[in-house]
Structures are given as structure tokens and as C-alpha cells.
Nanobody, 116 residues
Framework: QVQFVESGGGLVQAGGSLRLSCVAS?????MAWYRQAPGKQRELVAG???????NYADSVKGRFTISRGNAKNTVYLQMNSLKPEDTAVYYC?????????????WGQGTQVTVSS
């Protein structure tokens, strides 16, 4: 069974930075970060493919960077210039798969709170 464990969240002031980490229980070629804010649907934040090409939501372009660790079961999300609207629970999961597959593997996530 594939499991994802996210860490690194916390409380930060607007303009600050955080680095999130995710460890998967197996090596995964393509991984992504998602987030869910209160009262909103979960959304894709950033994804990294097997060839290390990356994709970002428009709302985070230029501020967030997704990267992969040397061990191919780890992915990071460097978040700079944080805004209050970035407040959400952040999750990692497979990238470029359907909702049914994603739904089987959501972890606990890590809470990011940005104060104004």
C-alpha cells in the first residue's frame, strides 16, 4: 500500500517562507503537491514529472518551487513570499492521475497558516 507522509507546515507571517517535505513509501515517478483551504475544493499546487519537468498553479508561479530528493520517493515544496490566501492543508500524492486514484492515497497533510 502506497503511503505519503507530509511535514514542514506551520504558522508564518505574510512574506515568509516554509519548506514542505513529503516521503512516499515507494519510489514514484511523478508526484505533486495539492492543497485544500477551508470551504474550498482541493487543488493542484505543483507537480513534477518523471523527467523532472514541473508545473505550477498560476497562483503560486514565481513563489513556489517543487523539487525531488535524491531518493526518488521524496518531494519538496519551497514556498516563498507566502500570502494569507496560501493558508491550507497541503498534501502530496501522485501526479497526472485521476481523482479516483488520488482518493485512495491521501495522507494526513500538513497545515500551513499564513498570518497577515
Amino acid at each position: 500500500q502506497v503511503q505519503f507522509v507530509e511535514s514542514g507546515g506551520g504558522l508564518v507571517q505574510a512574506g515568509g517562507s516554509l519548506r514542505l517535505s513529503c516521503v512516499a513509501s515507494v519510489i514514484i515517478n511523478a508526484m505533486a503537491w495539492y492543497r485544500q483551504a477551508p470551504g474550498k475544493q482541493r487543488e493542484l499546487v505543483a507537480g513534477i514529472s518523471s523527467g523532472d519537468s514541473t508545473n505550477y498553479a498560476d497562483s503560486v508561479k514565481g513563489r513556489f518551487t517543487i523539487s525531488r530528493g535524491n531518493a526518488k520517493n521524496t518531494v519538496y515544496l519551497q514556498m516563498n513570499s507566502l500570502k494569507p490566501e496560501d493558508t491550507a492543508v497541503y498534501y502530496c500524492n501522485f501526479y497526472n492521475v485521476g481523482a479516483t486514484t488520488l482518493g485512495r492515497f491521501w495522507g494526513q497533510g500538513t497545515q500551513v497558516t499564513v498570518s497577515s
